[in-house]
Nanobody
């Protein structure tokens, strides 16, 4: 069993920044890719960014140049640095690893 716990969400003005964290605990498999997804009301859950155990990264087009995903394998933690936030980035952000999901953290971008 794996537990994923996100933190760092909140309310931010357009153009602002937030840093999300996802700490994994339990039966950890260091070979897993970790990722962030998001889901806005009325929309399907969509991939935001992913990082392999070796550090290779993949981003959705709508966040390229603004968001950065990193991981600390020693801490079993993945981060999502979000800069230049837009109102359309408002969503619940979920951490994913293997078959497991976190509970989600709300990000609201509004003036």
């Amino acid at each position: 069993q794996v537990q994923l716990v996100e933190s760092g969400g909140g309310l931010v003005q357009p153009g602002g920044s937030l840093r999300l964290s996802c700490a994994a605990s339990g039966r950890i498999f260091s070979g897993n890719t970790m990722a962030w997804y998001r889901q806005a009301p009325g929309n399907q859950r969509e991939l935001v960014a992913a990082v392999t155990p070796f550090g290779a990264r993949n981003y959705a087009e709508f966040v390229k140049g603004r968001f950065a995903i990193t991981r600390d394998n020693a801490k079993n933690t993945v981060y999502l640095q979000m800069n230049s936030l837009k109102p359309e980035d408002t969503a619940v952000y979920y951490c994913w690893m293997g078959d497991y999901w976190g509970q989600g953290t709300q990000v609201t971008v509004s003036s």
